[in-house]
């Protein structure tokens, strides 16, 4: 069976894109089917973590900018505001499925630190012994590495937080939710016979090469930055799925190991 312990912990990253719409408003038919399937699955026994982008973009239509900030300093108020509206609504969709949420900033010090690094990881382990869902974010408002440089020593972006996240909590599952079904052989926008790949066990430079740029203009990461991310949970013995955040539902079959998306299989003696 593939399911082999009672309890498996899975981390669950959702990218700016399924969270927004191209307005900048909240996506909020995709936030509800995220915390339904997310508070189902933690009713199924598993234990459940939520790393959730966007903070920025809500912030900014929030704040009713015209367009997305360029000075760090009103990128990181953007974020201040927006994270307290992302919190809020998770608040309210999860409660009406009677689960508790728990706010978690981070920055790259705060992981790779030791001392810090463990007092998060007792932190996580007693969220989640508590029955409650962490939702995760790169402290923004702090932190410059992701919103201006993308050259922290840790962090830089959600894909290589949620990893870090992953290998902090022990996880399992690590599952990718974006704007794109997986990793494909060549990028799929240009490519019209571009072909999905289901399974990955190693990251090789064929792979790289294909991974392709940036991703939408309302998120930050790319393919590249998702494989970063694969590399992290494959060095820790972490399975990873890449998979389109449109069809929230496919967030079961992933975890009962169907072939959605592609998976990063961790190679496990």
């Given at each position: 069976m593939e399911q082999q312990r009672p309890l498996r912990r899975i981390v669950?990253?959702?990218g700016t894109?399924?969270?927004?719409?191209?307005?900048?408003?909240?996506?909020?038919?995709?936030?509800e089917r995220l915390a339904r399937v997310l508070s189902d699955l933690e009713g199924m026994g598993h234990q459940m973590v939520l790393v959730s982008s966007g903070a920025i973009g809500i912030g900014t239509k929030k704040l009713r900018l015209p367009e997305r900030p360029t000075q760090l300093?009103?990128?990181?108020?953007?974020?201040?505001?927006g994270q307290c509206m992302m919190m809020h609504v998770y608040d309210k969709f999860f409660s009406e499925y009677n689960r508790t949420v728990a706010q978690i900033l981070l920055t790259g010090e705060d992981v790779d630190a030791p001392v810090r690094s463990e007092h998060l990881?007792?932190?996580?382990?007693s969220?989640?012994?508590?029955g409650v869902i962490p939702v995760v974010?790169?402290?923004d408002s702090v932190s410059s590495a992701e919103i201006e440089t993308g050259k922290c020593k840790v962090l830089g972006?959600?894909?290589?937080?949620?990893?870090?996240?992953?290998?902090?909590?022990?996880?399992?599952?690590?599952?990718?939710?974006?704007?794109i079904d997986g990793l494909y052989d060549a990028d799929p926008r240009t490519h019209r016979s571009a072909r999905l790949i289901h399974h990955v066990q190693a990251i090789t430079p064929e792979l790289e090469a294909a991974a392709g740029g940036a991703g939408t203009w309302r998120g930050t990461g790319g393919m590249t930055t998702k494989l970063h991310a694969a590399q992290l949970c494959l060095e820790s013995?972490?399975?990873?799925?890449?998979a389109n955040g449109n069809n929230m539902e496919a967030v079961y079959g992933i975890v009962a190991g169907q072939d959605v998306g592609t998976r990063f299989s961790a190679r496990r003696g």
């Open positions: 669950v990253k959702v894109s399924t969270l927004t719409r191209e307005t900048g408003s909240l996506n909020l038919h995709n936030m300093r009103m990128k990181q108020a953007a974020a201040a505001v990881r007792n932190t996580f382990e969220l989640l012994e508590l974010n790169e402290n972006d959600n894909d290589t937080l949620s990893a870090m996240v992953a290998r902090l909590c022990g996880a399992d599952l690590l599952i990718l939710l974006s704007d013995g972490i399975d990873m799925v890449i």
